[in-house]
């Protein structure tokens, strides 16, 4: 069974929390934003969650703490470079998760557990990343606001914020194993310590494979205006 990777250390400010809050804590109907994810995944049948925490970190721990599901594996580490981008944070979880193949995903996007589980279930070769694609591109807001990505016969072949030509949404989800940490490393050194730019350079390799979500609801929490899209659906992912 996968392992789960969440990415929480990030301050998120373009959430613009004028109490200096994480938007992690903030809730959707009740339930603070970082336990829904949590949720999905131990619902997908992810037991052992590893968490990687600096902005608020305090707050952030407590809420996951005491929200965790029953019978969950809750194991923290620290990115104490929470500043700069997240791959940074995949890489602070490098040695826990070393030979072992692990589901990522972002404290911050919404998934229905479906979905999850259709993604880790789904066959990945040794080395290979999976990532989970959006290929609806009807929602001008989700297209401005999310990361591109442009297959071949199913292999993600270029992706970015800012590609030209692309057909589907990169949404947050990827599953990997210990090959991705060097390409992390060497995008780091390069003066990329985004997630995007280790992936990247997986792709080049031909070693990274879209997985379509199928018409799934997914949520990427940015703004209020995005929790509040994401309040008025929430229905569609319970």
Not at 112 to 127: C, E
Not at 130 to 155: N, W, Y
Not at 162 to 188: I, K, M, N, Y
Request: proline content about 3%; hydrophobic content about 45%.
């Amino acid at each position: 069974m996968l392992e789960a990777l969440v990415l929480a250390a990030g301050n998120g400010d373009r959430f613009q929390d004028h109490a200096g809050r994480s938007k992690l804590i903030h809730p959707i109907d009740g339930v603070p934003l970082i336990a829904r994810t949590l949720r999905a995944a131990v619902a997908a049948g992810m037991k052992t969650i590893h968490i990687v925490v600096g902005y608020d970190e305090a707050e952030v721990s407590g809420v996951v703490r005491e929200t965790a599901p029953a019978g969950t594996r809750v194991l923290f580490h620290r990115n104490d470079a929470w500043r700069l981008e997240n791959g940074l944070s995949v890489l602070a979880a490098r040695e826990a998760l070393h030979r072992r193949p692990f589901a990522i995903l972002m404290g911050d996007h919404l998934f229905d557990a479906g979905t999850l589980r259709r993604v880790s279930d789904h066959h990945r070769a040794p080395g290979e990343v999976l990532l989970a694609i959006d290929r609806r591109l009807d929602d001008p807001i989700t297209v401005a606001e999310a990361t591109k990505v442009r297959t071949d016969e199913g292999r993600v072949i270029e992706i970015g914020k800012d590609l030209t030509s692309f057909d589907a949404l990169d949404t947050g989800l990827f599953v990997a194993d210990e090959r991705l940490f060097p390409a992390l490393e060497a995008a780091c050194a390069a003066g990329d310590s985004t997630l995007t730019a280790g992936i990247r350079r997986l792709a080049l390799e031909g070693a990274v494979r879209g997985v379509d979500i199928a018409g799934a609801r997914w949520f990427d929490i940015d703004t209020r205006a995005d929790l509040e899209r994401a309040r008025e659906a929430i229905t569609t992912l319970q």
